[in-house]
């Protein structure tokens, strides 16, 4: 209906504005009556996403950035701690551990060992220094690298060095404990074995039941030299034994330097590869004395408190002993064949 055809009620009188009086306000204009206007309120919400998005990536980017710097806090306070100081100024028996297999990469390898009696010797507070033997024994070469380490680093910093062995220290154990200044072990402790061995299989037998044919290339007559797959022909056998033979040498020469006038080397099967008790060991001079730590460090080293300079201990382990199993666990998620003397 048009305003022209719209009538008004009888009696109605439209309201006139009265004289002076301002004109009513114009309604506002309807932002929809704007041409284009959806693509600006699109460009707005758009663009409060976008500050959005880009305001939490900062906040996790701080959050990651905050708990990697409070984790690596927590790795240098546990290794901080659990490292003794090379300025100890009190007067103790440093320790170091050798426990396990003695292999390249292991706990009980050459070079943790060597490290490890480094940085206790160089403590101006160690009178002394005491390893601690628990291992059957292991690689010969990693074994002599510590016999070597243990002479120069005595010569050097002038400090008495002891072996005290727990439940054994046979072979590459006794290898290296020969070199130390005397030896304490425990009236049951197993000691010795000077012997040297190489083991593996030989499958021929079974493959020839089994009708498999082994297929072995080389480019040289010796390449497949202890092929578990192959016959062992005498000459290889000739071969490995010549150099067993050789490296029992070196281990023989090494122990009867090491101990010297205390060793009964006459006593039959003594470098058979043989092991005995340590009371057995003491009786035939391949040990000096029963003892543990406690006993030689008060009684030989004179200082009874007892450091351990270890450095085995994982970055587990260590979190472990400080914080607990369980943040440990929590950290570390949020963070990473030859001749054997045995």
């Known amino acids: 209906m048009s305003d022209s055809d719209r009538r008004e009620p009888s009696g109605f009188e439209p309201f006139a504005p009265a004289p002076g009086a301002a004109a009513p306000a114009a309604a506002p204009a309807d932002p929809a009556a704007k041409p284009g206007w959806e693509r600006a309120a699109l460009e707005k919400l758009a663009f409060a996403a976008l500050k959005e998005q880009r305001a939490a990536r900062r906040w996790k980017t701080f959050v990651r950035l905050a708990w990697l710097a409070f984790f690596i806090a927590l790795l240098w306070l546990g290794?901080?701690?659990?490292?003794?100081?090379?300025?100890?100024?009190?007067?103790?028996?440093?320790?170091?551990?050798?426990?396990?297999?003695?292999?390249?990469?292991?706990?009980?390898?050459?070079?943790?060992?060597?490290?490890?009696?480094?940085?206790?010797?160089?403590?101006?507070g160690a009178k002394g220094l005491v390893l601690l033997i628990n291992s059957p024994g292991g690689s010969p070469v990693q074994a002599g690298i510590i016999n070597d380490e243990i002479k120069r680093l005595r010569a050097k910093h002038k400090k008495p060095i002891y072996a005290v062995v727990e439940e054994s220290c046979t072979s590459a154990a006794y290898y290296i404990a020969a070199a130390t200044d005397r030896i304490y072990v425990d009236k049951a402790s197993l000691v010795g074995s000077v012997g040297v061995l190489m083991d593996g299989f030989g499958f021929t037998g079974t493959m020839d039941k089994l009708g498999v044919e082994r297929r072995l290339l080389t480019s040289g007559e010796n390449k497949g030299f202890l092929d578990p797959f192959s016959p062992l022909s005498e000459t290889h056998r000739q071969h490995a034994q010549q150099m067993l033979d050789q490296i029992h040498a070196q281990f023989i020469d090494v122990v009867k330097k090491g101990r010297g006038e205390r060793l009964?080397?006459?006593?039959?099967?003594?470098?058979?590869?043989?092991?005995?008790?340590?009371?057995?060991?003491?009786?035939?001079?391949?040990?000096?004395?029963?003892?543990?730590?406690?006993?030689?460090?008060?009684?030989?080293?004179?200082?009874?408190?007892?450091?351990?300079?270890?450095?085995?201990?994982?970055?587990?382990?260590r979190l472990a002993k400080r914080f607990g199993a369980a943040f440990a666990d929590v950290t570390l998620r949020g963070m990473r064949a030859g001749p054997s003397v045995r």
């Open 79 to 124: 290794f901080s701690r659990t490292q003794p100081s090379a300025t100890t100024s009190t007067a103790h028996t440093a320790v170091v551990e050798i426990e396990g297999e003695i292999a390249n990469g292991g706990d009980a390898s050459a070079e943790f060992v060597v490290a490890a009696m480094k940085n206790a010797l160089e403590d101006q």
């Open 264 to 317: 009964k080397a006459d006593t039959p099967g003594l470098f058979s590869g043989l092991f005995w008790t340590g009371q057995q060991a003491v009786d035939l001079g391949l040990a000096d004395g029963l003892g543990n730590v406690d006993y030689v460090a008060r009684e030989v080293v004179k200082a009874e408190e007892v450091i351990d300079y270890t450095r085995r201990d994982n970055v587990a382990e």
